[in-house]
Nanobody
Framework: QVQLVESGGGLVQPGGSLRLACAAS????????MGWYRQAPGKQRDLVAT??????NYADSVKGRFTISRDNAKNTLYLQMNSLKPEDTAVYYC????????????WGQGTQVTVSS
């Protein structure tokens, strides 16, 4: 069983930065793709970024502003968010998905990011 706990959300002004962290407990092997998703009020949950074996993927809306990284020694996933915009406001969720076993798909509880002046 895998548990994911996000932290680092908050209120920031447009143009500011935040770093989200996702601490994982349990076994997260190299067969897991780790990712960040976000959900704004009244909208669906969308992919922000994923990472597996050092390979990263980003939504077009965050390319060049957000960086996903993973510290395997600490079993922690990060999302560095720079040049934040009001439209980045959402609840951000951490996800761990096993590439082979579809039922092994885990979510954190989410952390609120609000970008406003």
């Amino acid at each position: 069983q895998v548990q994911l706990v996000e932290s680092g959300g908050g209120l920031v002004q447009p143009g500011g930065s935040l770093r989200l962290a996702c601490a994982a407990s349990g076994s997260i092997s190299s067969m897991y793709v780790m990712g960040w998703y976000r959900q704004a009020p009244g909208k669906q949950r969308d992919l922000v970024a994923t990472i597996i074996s050092g390979s990263t993927n980003y939504a077009d809306s965050v390319k060049g502003r957000f960086t996903i990284s993973r510290d395997n020694a600490k079993n922690t996933l990060y999302l560095q968010m720079n040049s934040l915009k009001p439209e980045d406001t959402a609840v951000y969720y951490c996800n761990a998905r096993n590439l082979i076993f579809a039922t092994m798909n885990y979510w954190g509880q989410g952390t609120q990011v609000t970008v406003s002046s």
